[in-house]
T-cell receptor
Framework: GNSVTQMEGPVTLSEEAFLTINCTYTATGYPSLFWYVQYPGEGLQLLLKATKADDKGSNKGFEATYRKETTSFHLEKGSVQVSDSAVYFCALSVPRGDTGRRALTFGSGTRLQVQP | DTGVSQDPRHKITKRGQNVTFRCDPISEHNRLYWYRQTLGQGPEFLTYFQNEAQLEKSRLLSDRFSAERPKGSFSTLEIQRTEQGDSAMYLC?????????????FGQGTRLTVV
């Protein structure tokens, strides 16, 4: 089956520190990979995505590279801000040919706390 | 269009009662998903619609759960004879099936508490 494993939190950093949140996956088929973010009191928002090996997704200073050989999609940011405090979810989807379904399989989430 | 909206945002119910949640997807999205999220976990897939057709149901969706999308627009999720284990956040997401951007957009969820 499909599964996503991401590092447990909370991760606590000072402002301007470097961030890495590890994510590894197992999948039947060729998955697309995603990072979603959930800010306090808000819904899940897509942060970035990558659809094939060696693709790099990027948005708002965050980056993640699709590494097929290590089945990983680690999230990085060079300099975090207090406003980046949120819960980050790594996810994958493998399309089903019969129904077209592209449901997401999520990791358990990593809470990031950035202190001023 | 302001995104996926869900109603109500919070629901407290007594064990054994029935509850119904509503999801209004982004208007041009023909795919609609329901997920359940418990505390400290990521969302888990429950069911999927393409237009009005319910094409897939997860094993998590017991017989007490039913979902509909009658005209291929809004969707409802009903839980009959609620149990304490049903307490969770219920998330709705929608997406396009064609074009470049087929990623899912999520609503803010309905938090269910069964007492």
């Amino acid at each position: 089956g499909n599964s996503v494993t991401q590092m447990e939190g909370p991760v606590t950093l000072s402002e301007e520190a470097f961030l890495t949140i590890n994510c590894t996956y197992t999948a039947t088929g060729y998955p697309s990979l995603f990072w979603y973010v959930q800010y306090p009191g808000e819904g899940l928002q897509l942060l970035l995505k990558a659809t094939k090996a060696d693709d790099k997704g990027s948005n708002k200073g965050f980056e993640a590279t699709y590494r097929k050989e290590t089945t990983s999609f680690h999230l990085e940011k060079g300099s975090v801000q207090v406003s980046d405090s949120a819960v980050y979810f790594c996810a994958l989807s493998v399309p089903r040919g019969d129904t077209g379904r592209r449901a997401l399989t999520f990791g358990s989430g990593t809470r990031l706390q950035v202190q001023p | 269009d302001t995104g996926v909206s869900q109603d109500p945002r919070h629901k407290i119910t007594k064990r054994g009662q029935n509850v119904t949640f509503r999801c209004d997807p982004i208007s041009e999205h023909n795919r609609l998903y329901w997920y359940r999220q418990t505390l400290g976990q990521g969302p888990e897939f429950l069911t999927y619609f393409q237009n009005e057709a319910q094409l897939e149901k997860s094993r998590l969706l017991s017989d007490r759960f039913s979902a509909e999308r009658p005209k291929g627009s809004f969707s409802t999720l009903e839980i009959q004879r609620t149990e304490q284990g049903d307490s969770a956040m219920y998330l709705c997401a929608s997406s396009r099936s064609r074009g470049e951007n087929t990623e899912a957009f999520f609503g803010q969820g309905t938090r269910l508490t069964v007492v």
